[in-house]
């Protein structure tokens, strides 16, 4: 199981993705939007989404989980 972390602190903007997805590395999983910027947050390994621990409009700080992906 991966933990995809926000790199940054922002707004979750947009998600991307929804439970039981499929991803592959490079796929945008969330959007952050920080200083009227938009960050995208892609998954580093292919798998499937198990999990999404933010909601769009919610506040993250740089390293909280925001969607844990079973790479198994």
Same mark, same amino acid.
Do not use: R
């Given at each position: 199981?991966?933990?995809?972390? %926000?790199? $940054?602190?922002?707004?979750?903007? /947009?998600?991307e993705? /929804?439970?039981?997805?499929?991803? !592959?590395?490079?796929?945008?999983?969330? *959007?952050?939007?920080?200083? !009227?910027?938009?960050?995208? *947050?892609? %998954? @580093?390994? %292919?798998?499937?989404? $198990?999990?999404?621990? @933010? %909601?769009?409009?919610?506040?993250?700080?740089?390293?909280? *989980?925001?969607? !844990?992906?079973?790479?198994?």
């Amino acid at each position: 199981m991966e933990n995809v972390l %926000a790199s $940054m602190s922002g707004n979750v903007w /947009k998600i991307e993705v /929804k439970e039981n997805d499929v991803v !592959k590395e490079g796929d945008v999983l969330i *959007i952050l939007e920080s200083m !009227k910027m938009e960050i995208p *947050i892609e %998954a @580093t390994h %292919a798998g499937v989404v $198990m999990a999404i621990e @933010t %909601a769009e409009g919610e506040f993250v700080q740089e390293g909280d *989980i925001l969607v !844990k992906v079973n790479n198994d």
